[in-house]
T-cell receptor
Framework: EPEVTQTPSHQVTQMGQEVILRCVPI?????FYWYRQILGQKVEFLVS????????KSEIFDDQFSVERPDGSNFTLKIRSTKLEDSAMYFC?????????????FGPGTRLTVT | DQQVKQNSPSLSVQEGRISILNCDYT??????FLWYKKYPAEGPTFLIS???IKDKNEDGRFTVFLNKSAKHLSLHIVPSQPGDSAVYFC??????????????WGLGTSLAVNP
């Protein structure tokens, strides 16, 4: 069964460093999302991406964040200068929206630890 | 921002009995609701969904009920099995910019099914 994959599973970085989180969505999916979950808090929407552009972004998704789909298979989230409060689980999701079903399928997540 | 609420942080049931997980929402624009199951160190796994044009959707042991007037939905698991022990998240979506359907999440309910 097709699945969303994410790498790395765990990333430790120092404050101020750049990180790139990678995702490979399900191949025939068209809509892509990044969410994050800070420990003990709700899963939060970061950004949605369709047709090679951002559809919507949250207040969290400021100028330090960017997304790319560089080669038609990978979907990346870049944080240019990490802050301590960026420490969280980051989940990638993809969706096809066929036949009225709007379910999103999630990867296993990347745990980002900023020290 | 408490658009989706799961007021029970935890629930414990006996194997073979019914598990009922509840979710309330406040945004009347939500028209699609989903339940996800999550094990530690894994991403959310889609379980079942319901459109706002329906009041019930069933898939095997899992049934979701939607009461639009009360802005309430519930997930019933019958019969409950020990393997159902996980955190269950309620999520809701509305059609957004660029046809995206970002998910708004509850805090989750941790279900323990005891043998």
């Amino acid at each position: 069964e097709p699945e969303v994959t994410q790498t790395p599973s765990h990333q430790v970085t120092q404050m101020g460093q750049e990180v790139i989180l990678r995702c490979v969505p399900i191949s025939n999916h068209l809509y892509f999302y990044w969410y994050r979950q800070i420990l003990g808090q709700k899963v939060e929407f970061l950004v949605s991406f369709y047709n090679n552009e951002i559809s919507e972004k949250s207040e969290i998704f400021d100028d330090q964040f960017s997304v790319e789909r560089p080669d038609g298979s990978n979907f990346t989230l870049k944080i240019r200068s990490t802050k301590l409060e960026d420490s969280a689980m980051y989940f990638c999701a993809s969706s096809y929206y066929s036949g009225g079903g709007y379910e999103q399928y999630f990867g296993p997540g990347t745990r980002l630890t900023v020290t | 921002d408490q658009q989706v609420k799961q007021n029970s942080p935890s629930l414990s049931v006996q194997e073979g009995r019914i598990s009922i997980l509840n979710c309330d929402y406040t945004n009347s624009m939500f028209d699609y609701f989903l339940w996800y199951k999550k094990y530690p160190a894994e991403g959310p796994t889609f379980l079942i969904s319901i459109s706002s044009i329906k009041d019930k959707n069933e898939d095997g042991r899992f049934t979701v009920f939607l009461n639009k007037s009360a802005k309430h939905l519930s997930l019933h698991i019958v019969p409950s099995q020990p393997g159902d022990s996980a955190v269950y998240f309620c999520a809701a979506s509305a059609l957004g910019a660029g046809n995206n359907r970002k998910l708004i999440w509850g805090l989750g309910t941790s279900l323990a099914v005891n043998p």
